[in-house]
């Protein structure tokens, strides 16, 4: 009699442990994403018994594609269990998911982790993934393709408890971890196990694993390109100009006026700032050398499509406001006040390419209307833009004034009785530099290079350089 009581207690344990065990912890929900329960079998009819020891609750991770349009195309998360997750994309017609598995969260801007990284995974399919990696999503519809996901396009991915390393998908090329294999089983050994011969090492083979991409940006605008090679001792990167020419980093930005060039990650990447309009159709690639293997290999050229400011008025426009704002007693924002009054002075501008890089620099001066003397033609300030934003080249004063003889600007300053400057200056790449001129001192009269002149010459020059200047044809600023 005991022992039936005890067989039904025993009974009774393994039936409370088996129940814990299915209740076991499931990782926890991601913040931002859409929870699935998920069962092993449909719900059963109305009334009938349900096994609730089988059903396993897993969550699920769902992302809109229709959400991701107005963002960057990506969203990630923690993983926060390992395991095999089974990703699955649902009404994307014609739309490329793509999964990118990262040992740390990417810091830089996320649309460039496809340049950055190989993907794990493409459409849907298994992959291992373990727990405290970074799992990115990306869809080919978003602002920066410009296109329009179908309807209740979406992307969901699981943690699948009965998956295993035979449904994983192993891509051709991956830098993540991928799916540990099943271990083979080992064989007893021989009792006289015969001598393993030495293998002669295979020598490293240079092997390019990322190419450039090509990049599209406006006039004045930034970007990157990233390209990688296993064995590589050194990266050297270089450009191809419209005719096929190839062009060193320092010849590109003697041609390319306003051309900042960074190199970063050990050379892996380069970035292009202030892009002038001349770089348009020119090509970037990176060149690979191997001591070991001693050979050389280039990466694909990458393109630059350079498109053009259409509205450079526009980019002008937080300047136009703070002049009116200052005409009205407002705040000075780029430092353009000095001792020439505003007060009953019509101010006027128009907009040249001044250096031929592409970009129109903004010139503000003067609109006629107080002695008819050189005060009429008085440039008050320009400018030029950098990356989009405006930037001053130069601003007038009363004993330090510009002038503009449709070419060159003549800069005229005094600091006392016996000391003048008269000089014509040529503008590029956002700087003015003296090309003539003549200037006065305690000591004398001189030349713009410092070579004593007479005052007769000095006198000269100066009345030379004046009728130079020209009046301006200027648009008021309303």
């Known amino acids: 009699m005991h022992m039936k009581k005890n067989a039904i207690l025993i009974v009774i344990l393994a039936v409370s442990l ?3 065990a299915c209740g076991s912890k499931v990782p926890k929900p991601v913040e931002g994403y859409d929870i699935v329960l998920v069962t092993d079998s449909p719900e059963k009819e109305s009334g009938s018994q349900q096994n609730t020891d089988t059903e396993k609750k897993t969550e699920v991770s769902t992302v809109k594609a229709a959400d991701l349009f107005s963002g960057y195309g990506y969203c990630h998360q923690l993983c926060a269990e390992s395991g095999y997750y089974r990703f699955t994309p649902v009404n994307s017609q014609g739309v490329v998911w793509q999964v990118y598995v990262l040992d740390q969260e990417f810091k830089d801007a996320e649309r460039y982790i496809p340049h950055a990284y190989d993907e794990v995974l493409e459409g849907g399919g298994v992959i291992h993934i373990d727990s405290g990696k970074w799992i990115y999503v990306y869809c080919s519809c978003n602002e920066w393709t410009g296109a329009k996901a179908p309807e209740g396009c979406s992307y969901s991915w699981v943690l699948d408890p009965n998956a295993t390393a035979a449904d994983v998908i192993v891509p051709t090329e991956s830098k993540t971890e991928q799916a540990p294999s099943e271990p083979a089983a080992t064989a007893k050994p ?83 700032k202030n892009v002038p309009m001349s770089m348009n159709g020119w090509q970037a690639r990176a060149k690979f050398d191997s001591k070991t293997a001693m050979t050389s290999l280039f990466s694909n050229p990458a393109l630059i499509t350079v498109t053009a400011i259409s509205d450079f ?131 004398g009269f001189f030349n713009y290079e410092g070579a004593p002149i007479s005052a007769d010459q000095f006198n000269a020059a100066m009345v030379s350089l004046e009728a130079s200047i020209v009046a301006m044809k200027l648009t008021p600023i309303a």
């Open 313 to 443: 008025k526009t980019a002008y426009g937080s300047v136009f406001e703070n002049y009116i704002s200052l005409a009205g007693g407002g705040e000075d924002k780029y430092e353009l006040w000095t001792d020439l009054t505003l007060s009953g002075i019509t101010l006027g501008y128009f907009l040249k390419d001044l250096d031929g890089d592409g970009t129109e620099e903004l010139i503000v001066g003067q609109i006629g209307g107080t002695t008819g003397s050189l005060w009429d033609h008085v440039v008050y300030s320009v400018f030029t833009l950098n990356n989009g934003t405006p930037v001053k080249v130069l601003k007038s004063m009363a004993r330090d004034r510009y002038y503009y003889n449709g070419s060159d600007f003549i800069h005229e300053g005094s600091s006392g009785a016996d000391s003048s400057v008269v000089y014509s200056c040529k503008y590029s790449k956002g700087e003015l530099t003296v090309s003539n001129g003549v200037y006065s001192s305690s000591e």
């Open 190 to 272: 021989d009792a006289t196990p015969a001598p393993t011969p030495t293998s002669t090492p295979t020598p490293k083979v240079l092997a390019i694993t990322k190419h450039p991409t090509a990049e599209t940006l406006q006039q004045g605008g930034t970007c990157w390109f990233i390209a990688r090679a296993d064995n590589a001792d050194s990266i050297t990167w270089e450009f191809l100009d419209t005719a096929g020419a190839v062009c060193s980093v320092e010849n590109a930005k003697t041609r390319n006026p306003g051309l900042t060039v960074d190199i970063y990650d050990n050379g892996e990447t380069i970035g292009l």
């Open 18 to 20: 088996l129940l814990a």
